[in-house]
Structure formats: C-alpha cells, structure tokens
Nanobody, 114 residues
Framework: QVQLAESGGGMVQAGESLSLSCVAS????????MGWYRQVPGKQRELVAL???????NYAGDVKDRFVISRDNAKNTVSLQMNNLKPGDTAVYYC????????YGQGTLVIVSG
C-alpha cells in the first residue's frame, strides 16, 4: 500500500499563487508516475498534471502555462506550483500515485475568489 499526504491549499485571490505538496509513504518503491487531480462537486475528477519517475511532465490544457509540477524521488514528494490562479481553479486537489494500484490522497481544498 501507498499512503499520500497533501499539504498546502487554502483561499487566495485571482491572480495569486499557491503551492501544494504531497509526500508518499509505504511501498514507495512501487510508485511510477505521480501527479495531481482535482474535483469540483458534481463533476468528475480531472487530471491537472502528472510527472513520471524520469521527470517527464504532462499538463491539462488550461493549466500548462500557469502550473508547474515537480518531483523529488529521494524524498518521495511531488509538488504543484500554481500561478495566476483563476476562480475556475477552485476545487479539491488530490495527490495521485500510480504503483501496483492507483492511490489518491484525502484532498486539499483550493478556493480562488475574485
């Protein structure tokens, strides 16, 4: 099993920045890609960004020029730097890891006002 613990999140004004972090524990050697998903009530969870164990990244179209995902394999962490936030980015953000199974953290709420 893999456990994921997110930190960061909160409420900001449109145009501001916010950083999310996630640390993995447990069977971390089984983890391949890591990333972030987000979900708005009543909608499906959607991909925000992914990073492979080799550092290759993939972004959703509406965030790729504003968000930056990074990963520290030695510390088993993945981070998401979110810049120029928009009200449409308001969601619960979930850390994700792909190992033998798919794993998600408990989620952290990001609210962008304005």
């Amino acid at each position: 099993q893999v456990q994921l613990a997110e930190s960061g999140g909160g409420m900001v004004q449109a145009g501001e920045s916010l950083s999310l972090s996630c640390v993995a524990s447990g069977r971390v050697n089984s983890i391949g890609a890591m990333g972030w998903y987000r979900q708005v009530p009543g909608k499906q969870r959607e991909l925000v960004a992914l990073v492979s164990s080799a550092g290759d990244t993939n972004y959703a179209g509406d965030v790729k020029d504003r968000f930056v995902i990074s990963r520290d394999n030695a510390k088993n962490t993945v981070s998401l730097q979110m810049n120029n936030l928009k009200p449409g980015d308001t969601a619960v953000y979930y850390c994700h890891a792909l190992g033998r199974y798919e794993y998600y953290g408990q989620g952290t709420l990001v609210i962008v006002s304005g």
